[in-house]
């Protein structure tokens, strides 16, 4: 039997893990078989019967399918988030919504983020906090919603809804925290946003006009995103709750990556 070595600590890729590794069992164990049989080998013969003996039990993969549908299907809904279907998805973006365009920062043409944006935002939300993080954080948001839920939730103006959902206080500490362990990555602060403009560039869908993702589009909206982290951090017995979560380390992490978001921001304004 093949042994599963050091599956991922997210539960997300181990999912995926134990179900890849549940078809290439059933391949070894094919494998296996015709060596018991013919003294111990297997030719290229037998290697490429095994496969096609394999292409021939379509239940073989119906869970390991199973397991990346739902989960594709989780990201889908993400990436694509509706108002009112996508409470968390949401929230993260409330963060930075008065960037985009069409809101407060008005056109494109004038600096303001393209809508196209969103899809590259939470892939890169994903890739920084794990998405078992992101799942039990959902879940979270979705317990509150109900606990405050009433019947007159569906007729209130979208804009008060969500702005009244965001400070509660119980929410606000959900969406610091992931705000604060995306802000972690930024330890090597020059190094990680030139990463960030490539994967948002990268993962940009196709459009009409083309946008491009500009290192003053990058500060703003790290600006943005990390705004409350600073608010935090400028409070002493709030900050002192961030030192239990996540450390007194993290946290001067965090002083670092504010300072130098701060730096690139005067320099922005200054130019």
Known sequence: MIAAN???????????HVAAFTVLEQFSQGLIHFARNNDGSVSEEQILKAIDGLRDKED??????????SDL????????????????????VSRFDHLLEGNEAGDIEHGALSRTILQPFFKVIRMMVGMDMLQEIDREIHTIIEAHADEDDELRDP???????????????????????????????????KWLLQLVNDNLPAGDPSWTFTEE?????????????RKTLAVPEHSAELVA???????????????????????????
């Not at 050091?6 to 995926?16: I, M």
């Not at 979560?245 to 130019?271: C, F, H, P, Y």
């Open 6 to 16: 050091k599956p991922p600590r997210d539960s997300f890729k181990q999912r995926h």
């Open 159 to 193: 804009i008060e809804y969500w702005d009244h959902l965001a400070k509660e206080p119980a929410v606000r500490s959900c969406i610091n925290l992931v705000f604060a362990r995306m802000a972690l990555h930024f330890k090597s602060y020059e190094h990680r946003k």
């Open 60 to 69: 073989l993969f119906d869970t390991a399918w199973a397991v990346l549908e």
């Open 217 to 229: 589009h990058c500060i703003r909206l790290l600006d943005a995103l990390f705004g409350d982290v």
């Open 245 to 271: 979560k996540l450390g007194s380390e993290d946290v001067s992490t965090l002083r670092e990556v504010v300072k130098a978001i701060d730096a690139d921001m005067a320099t922005l304004q200054t130019s």
């Open 73 to 92: 299907e989780s990201i889908k809904a993400r990436e694509h988030a509706a108002v009112r279907h996508d409470p968390f998805g949401r929230l993260l």
